[in-house]
C-alpha cells in the first residue's frame, strides 16, 4: 500500500508550487485592476484591456511573436523528428558522432553564444535581420528539443507492426505515414508544442537576431519595463497565460484521444487472433 506523503513532502510540494505560480496569479489579478499602479488595487476593471486593443505597438509585437513561433516550431519539429529518425533508426554511420553532437549542441551552450554566432553568419551571408532571421535562428535552436522528445518516443517504440506491413509489400513512404506517424504523434505533439513555448519566450537570442519591423513581444516587454511595469503588460502578459492554457488542455485532450484509441486497436487485435 503506498504510504502517506510526510508533511515535509507536502510543505515542500506546496512552497514549491506557490514559488512557482504565486506571481503568475497575481499578475493575472492585477491585470484587472483599475487604478494604473500596478501594486495597489483600488478596484475590479477591464479597461486596461480595451486599452491594449488600442496598443499597435504591443499588437504587433504580439503579432511577430506568434507567427515567428508557429512557423519556427513547425519546421523545427519537421527537422527534428527526420534528425532523430536517423540517429534511432540508422545505427552505427560514418559522422554519427559528429551528427549527434550538433544536434544536442544548443542544449548546453549559452544563448548569448548561440545569438551572436547566429548573428555574425547572418552578417558573413549579408542577410538583413528581420523576421526570418529570427525565425531560421529560433528554429535552429528548438531543432534539438524536439529531436530529444521524439528520439525518446522512437526509443521505446515497437516496430512490429512496420515489420509486418513490409511483408505484405507495403512501402516505406506508406508505412510512415500510416503506421510510424500515428504511433509516434504524441511525441511530436509534444515537441511542438515545447519548440513553440520556447520561442514565445525568447528573448536572448531575437535580440540579436532582430531587425527594423521584427521586434518580438519578449523584447517589447522588456524595453518598457525598465521604464516602469503597465498594467497593459499585464493584460497581454495574462491573455498569454490563457491562450498556453487553453493549447495545453487541448492537446492534452488529443493525446489521450490517441492513446484511447491506440488501446482499442490493440484490444481489437488481440480479440481476433
Known sequence: MPSKPSWFNLTSLVLGFGFLYLPIVIMIVFSFNESKLVTVWTGFSLKWYAALLSNEQLLEAAWVTLRVGLISATLATVLGTLAALVLVRQGRFVGRTLFSGMIYAPLVLPEVILGLSLLLFFVAVEQSRGFWTITIAHTTVSMCYVAIVVQSRLSGYDRSL??????????????????????????????????????LDDLVIASFNSGPGSTTLPMKIYSQVRLGVTPEINAICTMLVVFVTIGVILASLLIKRQRLKRMQEERLAAAHL
Request: proline content about 11%; aromatic content about 14%.
Open 162 to 199: 512496420e515489420e509486418a506491413a513490409m511483408d505484405l509489400g507495403c512501402p516505406p513512404v506508406r508505412i510512415f505515414f500510416r503506421i510510424t506517424l500515428p504511433q509516434i504523434f504524441p511525441g511530436i505533439l509534444a515537441g511542438w508544442m515545447l519548440a513553440f513555448t520556447l520561442s
